[in-house]
């Protein structure tokens, strides 16, 4: 968002998505306190943001992951507000707002039952026999969850310790070697790469000012990058910087590709800026480039 111009024609719907991010990452952490409160039977190993890859090259995000040596359980996490309705037979899944507003989400259901059957027959495939459930919680006490639902796998975050006390009750103890299986689970875990699809032409230049909210575009000077609207001085405003261009147009940049980027005009200048950075470089001459390292954020103690 404080990378594109705000009459850009798709910010409002990029404004949208980031309040649905934020709302999710708020729903998964009060489901992590509420886990961390729950005392579990035995032994036990949570994957929050569980990642991977299947054998067709699609991916799966989990929001969270419960292995106990009875039973192997896919959280969905959902922080949706107002009402929300399903229609079974057609597998639509609506929430009214507050307003009276009717739309429809992604099934919940299904996609954690997706999880669920990837999963199942990769532990099939492992020779491990261990049930393996799904429920989506939401975190959001102000839902009203309509009875349509009713019988479906979904509950409120305050009832999930009463839901997994109740799996407890219902499966037996099994001859599961937890931390074989959790060794194969991160062999096939990875990060999944963020999607590229806004045109470079549409991405705000400059290191941006984060205590003006990224409005305004800070300039370099004497290893300070300086904000011409509040005074602010900052080293470290540069690696977020570099941290955007990675995400956003790629991690290899070239001496031109950094001065037109950050608003520098000498060669010479930007040449010694990428020295202190010491950034891996490749090629020669004209050639060269230099690769910004997915840990970037981390060197701003520099």
């Given at each position: ?15 949208e ?6 709302a999710?990452i ?140 109740k ?9 599961l ?14 990060r ?111």
């Amino acid at each position: 968002m404080s990378r594109l111009q705000a009459d850009d024609e798709e910010f409002t719907s990029y404004q949208e998505a980031y309040y649905r991010v934020q709302a999710g990452i708020a729903g998964e952490l009060k489901m992590q306190r509420t886990l961390a409160d729950y005392h579990f039977v035995g032994p036990y190993k949570i994957f929050y943001n569980f990642e991977c890859i299947n054998e067709k090259g699609f991916s799966h995000e989990i929001d969270a992951l419960i292995i106990t040596t009875r039973f192997l359980l896919v959280v969905e996490v959902k922080q949706i507000s107002g009402t929300l309705f399903y229609k079974p037979a057609f597998h639509e899944f609506a929430r009214q707002t507050e307003e009276g507003l009717l739309e429809n989400f992604s099934n919940p259901f299904d996609q954690a039952y997706r999880h669920k059957l990837f999963l199942s027959r990769l532990l099939s495939k492992w020779r491990i026999q261990l049930p393996v459930l799904f429920i989506v919680v939401n975190a959001n006490i102000r839902t009203k969850l309509d009875s349509s639902l009713d019988g479906s796998p979904i509950i409120h975050l305050s009832g999930l310790p009463k839901f997994l006390e109740k799996l407890y009750q219902n499966y037996a103890e099994t001859k599961l070697d937890l931390v074989e299986l959790e060794r194969k689970l991160m062999a096939i875990a990875c990060r999944l790469p963020i999607s590229k699809n806004v045109q470079r032409d549409r991405i705000r230049n400059g290191v941006l000012c984060k205590k003006c909210e990224f409005h305004h575009v800070m300039y370099y000077y004497h290893g300070l990058w300086i904000c011409p609207r509040c005074g602010e001085k900052s080293k470290k405003a540069l690696f977020l910087a570099l941290h955007q261009y990675r995400v956003l147009i790629g991690d290899h940049i070239t001496n031109r590709e950094l001065r037109e980027f950050v608003g520098i005009n000498c060669k010479a200048v930007t040449s010694k800026l990428l020295k202190r950075l010491n950034f891996e470089q490749f090629g020669k001459g004209r050639g060269v480039y230099y690769l910004i390292p997915e840990d970037v954020l981390s060197q701003d103690n520099r």
